[in-house]
DNA sequence: GTCTATATGCCGATAGAC
DNA sequence: GTCTATCGGCATATAGAC
């Protein structure tokens, strides 16, 4: 159960937020390394040294970037899974899974788009310390498709871990096409379910080749 | 049709050449603005101010490393599906792009590794140039996609655009996590072209919700 | 073609005034 | 809590010897 987003003392603080969205904005639009703490300050409409006042460093900013832009998501779907009817089937728990993924994603997704675009240029230090938010998200999905392997749901011969990565891989792709105008989120969350659940062939009777 | 691996005069030049691994390497293992013109030069055996004989500069650098990393796997997946008999069906050809595209990015795919983690660090005006080298090997899987639709192949709910965007994103995602030990690179496609063409719920006449 | 040396500028981080 | 001023370091790029 992630925990709610506030500061490590357990306190909400609005100056901490302010900076804490400015660098989530900054380092979704032009990466880690090209951010100066200068282009976070002014964002925040601070100057470069005030930041210390609240960060030891920009790795404790980027660390904290990282980390809640999974938890929000994780939160979302894991809301959203919850809020579902007793009796629901799996099918229903994967499609309202991707769908709260997807709208998490896309409606407020700084912290989000942030993480997925700037992971792999953060110190290893900093992606050691946000493995381990990010696994505790994937170990939903697993327990998602291991559930609906366990009831008949989905095929004996699929593997949920390699299930997981590849479709986790396509839930997060849509920061870097996906625009409103297009389509409803909604209905590419429909979509998305549909392949992840029956694939883009016409059924057949025949060998599945 | 992509062009040959040559430079812009059409030549081979063995030190160009030495250069570009070790970029393409380096920017894979540290992403863009993390690496440095020292660490590559460097790498190439050589010091820096010599680079400046083979390239005008850090961009020119990149945006070469940029475009070969996918006009080798779109190169690898056009030969690939030519190479089929002529009778080959649609789920054939899909089935074959996936494995080869996954072989061409796991195989030697510092270019193309490069490619998928750096895009979206580097100036707008690389990624502007590479993007019309992106857009043609995704045209490839449009194509292969549109053809499939309309002889009857895959369903006509499906969106060939859509569907192309999220396979290509799951097509990509092992460079994140694939480990060469765990399983074989051809099972891997073979897993992956279940869940395109079938998805992975167990098949059955109802509703298909 | 490759080297050394260096110009010029921005970086993260710190010190201390207010 | 935020500011100004500044430190030391490393970046890209250039100039000119060899």
Redesign the pocket.
Known sequence: MPKPIVDKQGRK?A?RSR?LDAAARMFNENGF?????????AAA?????????????????VAEVLDLGIRNVHEAVEAAVAGLPGNSDSRRKIRTAIAAHLEALLAHGDYTSANIRIFGQVPAEVRKRNMAVRDAYEKLWLNLFEQAQADGTIRKDVNPNILKLFLLAALNSPVEWYRTDRLPVAELARLLADYTLHGAAVPEKGTGN
Chains 1, 2 share one sequence.
């Not at 601070?46 to 404790?60: I, P, Q, R, T, V």
């Open positions: 603080d100056t900076i390394a090209a951010t100066s703490l200068r282009d976070i300050a409409d601070m100057k470069a040294g005030s930041l210390y006042y609240h960060f030891d460093s920009k790795e404790d900013i």
